[in-house]
């Protein structure tokens, strides 16, 4: 079992630049492949970036890439999203999720296993 919380969301300008975090509980964070969602209002949740359990592989969804930077501190037990260049379509609430299973890019959102309760980020135009 492993519990995910997440920080960092706020408001903020178009153009402007957030980092999210999630954070884990436990001691086998280094084991769970890594992802995060989000979840626009009346929308479903889509992947955004996934990250292998090294840090060393990561993959974006097409409407964040070039933009967002996800990495990993195992050390830490957490994960980073670097959001650079924000649009208000970035607007929406983010969740980090761990598959427990997977040594590798994770990007269904069905094979992850935990869910943290997300964080807003709100980006005005």
């Known amino acids: 079992q492993v519990q995910l919380v997440e920080a960092g969301g706020g408001l903020v300008q178009a153009g402007d630049s957030l980092r999210l975090s999630c954070a884990a509980s436990?001691?086998?964070?280094?084991?769970?492949?890594m992802g995060w969602f989000r979840q626009a209002p009346g929308k479903e949740r889509e992947f955004v970036a996934a990250?292998?359990?090294?840090?060393?592989?990561?993959y974006y969804a097409e409407s964040v890439k070039g933009r967002f930077t996800l990495s990993r501190d195992n050390a830490k037990n957490t994960v980073y999203l670097q959001m650079n260049s924000l649009k208000a379509e970035d607007t929406a609430v983010y969740y980090c999720?761990?598959?427990?299973?997977?040594?590798?890019?994770?990007?269904?959102?069905?094979?992850?296993?935990?869910w943290g309760q997300g964080t807003q980020v709100t980006v005005s135009s």
């Open positions: 999720a761990a598959d427990r299973r997977a040594n590798r890019i994770v990007t269904a959102i069905y094979e992850y296993d935990y």
């Open positions: 436990g001691r086998t964070f280094s084991s769970y492949a």
């Open positions: 990250i292998d359990l090294s840090g060393a592989n990561t």
